[in-house]
C-alpha cells in the first residue's frame, strides 16, 4: 500500500482546507448518515456473501446483465483481486505516471513491467494528472495487450467521453473498474465495482473473498443508486471553477499549473520542493494539499491539487504567493 497517499488529513490537526484528495467535497449527505442511523439493526447479521442484490441493482443502472459486474471494497479491492486473478500472465505495462496501486499489486503477485505487456493498466481520467485518452485511442491500446484494466474511478468528474460498460461486456480483452466511492463521495464506505464480460467476472468470483462488502456499505449502496443523484450536482460550473483556479496558479511566477479535464490537476514549483509548500501551507494556513514526488516518473516539485470552493480556491492562491515570497 502506497505511503503519502492524498487526503492524509490523520497526520494534522489543524487543517481547514482540504485539497489534496479529488474527491468532491461539497457533497451534503445528511440524507445519507440518517438512512444509516435507521438501518444499525443490520450489523447484527452477516451480509450477502457476494453483494449480488447489489450487483442486480448496478447491473439494471448500466443496462447489463448481473453476472457482468462484481461489486469490490472500493475500486483497490479490484485493483488487487484482478492483478491476482492473472498473475500466470506474468507480464504487465502500466501508463506512468498514475496512481501507484497498480505497480504494487503487479509487484505483489510477480509482475514484471514490459511496453507489451500482457495485462495494460490504464487510469482514464488519469490520477494524478487529469488526462483522458480519448476512447478511440483506448480501444486501440487494447489491441495490444492480452488484457486492458481501464480505471475510470474518476469518471463522474469529467465531461470527455468514456468507454461505456455496454461497450466492454461482449469483449474479453477489457475491463472497466468503477468507483461508487467517488461518484458519491463516500471514501469512508469502500465501494467500487467492475463490469466485463461474464467469463471474465466469472475468473474474478473464483478469487473473490466471502463477505468482501460489509452490510452497512451493502445498505448505503443500494440507497445512493436508488437515489440517482451523483456527489456532483453541477459538473460543468465545478470544471469551469477548476480552470479558473488553474489559470490563476499559472499568474503566479515559479508556479505551473498543467491543464486537465477533470476537478484535479499537477502543478510545479521551482523555487523549492512539493513537501516544504506542503508543509508550510500545512503548519502555516490550515491548507493540505498533495506531494505528488512519489508518483513513478515525477519530481520532488510536483504536486497535485483538487479544486474546492471559489473562497477556499483564492485562499491557496494567496497563501502560495506568500509561500514564494518568503523564499526570496
Known amino acids: 500500500m502506497i505511503e503519502g497517499h492524498g487526503d492524509d488529513l490523520y497526520r494534522y490537526n489543524n487543517i481547514k482546507m482540504n485539497f489534496s484528495s479529488n474527491i468532491y467535497a461539497g457533497t451534503d449527505l445528511s440524507a445519507l448518515e440518517s438512512y444509516l442511523c435507521s438501518r444499525m439493526d443490520v450489523v447484527r447479521s452477516y451480509p450477502e456473501p457476494s453483494a449480488a442484490s447489489l450487483e442486480q441493482m448496478i447491473a439494471q443502472d448500466c443496462g447489463i446483465s448481473p453476472d457482468e459486474v462484481l461489486v469490490t471494497s472500493g475500486a483497490v479491492d479490484a485493483i488487487y483481486l484482478i492483478a491476482q486473478t492473472y498473475r500466470h500472465e506474468g507480464t504487465c505495462h502500466i501508463m506512468q505516471p498514475t496512481f501507484r496501486e497498480y505497480e504494487d499489486s503487479c509487484r505483489v503477485f510477480g509482475y514484471q513491467e514490459s511496453e507489451d505487456g500482457a495485462l495494460c493498466w490504464l487510469c482514464n ?28 474511478s474518476y469518471e463522474d468528474y469529467t465531461m470527455a467521453p468514456l468507454l461505456q460498460p455496454s461497450d466492454v461486456v461482449g469483449r474479453d480483452d477489457i475491463i472497466l473498474l468503477h468507483s461508487m466511492t467517488k461518484r458519491y463521495a463516500v471514501p469512508g464506505l469502500r465501494l467500487g465495482y467492475v463490469t466485463a464480460s461474464s467469463s471474465i467476472i466469472r475468473r474474478l468470483r473464483e478469487q473473490y473473498r466471502p463477505w468482501a462488502i460489509n452490510a452497512l456499505s451493502l445498505e448505503a449502496g443500494k440507497w445512493l443508486i436508488q437515489r440517482g443523484e451523483t456527489a456532483i450536482a453541477d459538473l460543468p460550473s465545478y470544471l469551469t471553477e477548476t480552470q479558473r483556479l488553474c489559470s490563476m496558479l499559472n499568474e503566479i511566477e515559479g508556479i505551473e499549473a498543467q491543464q486537465t479535464q477533470t476537478n484535479f490537476f499537477l502543478c510545479t514549483i521551482r523555487q523549492a520542493t512539493a513537501a516544504q509548500l506542503k508543509d508550510y501551507l500545512a503548519r502555516e494556513h490550515g491548507i493540505l494539499i498533495r506531494d505528488a514526488s512519489n508518483f513513478t516518473g515525477l519530481s520532488p516539485h510536483h504536486f497535485r491539487i483538487a479544486t474546492q470552493s471559489p473562497a477556499e480556491n483564492d485562499a491557496l492562491v494567496a497563501a502560495i504567493r506568500l509561500f514564494l515570497k518568503k523564499q526570496q
Open 125 to 152: 481520467p488519469n490520477n494524478p494528472t487529469g488526462d483522458v485518452m480519448p476512447v478511440k485511442d483506448v480501444l486501440a491500446l487494447a489491441e495490444r495487450h492480452r488484457l486492458l484494466i481501464v480505471d475510470q
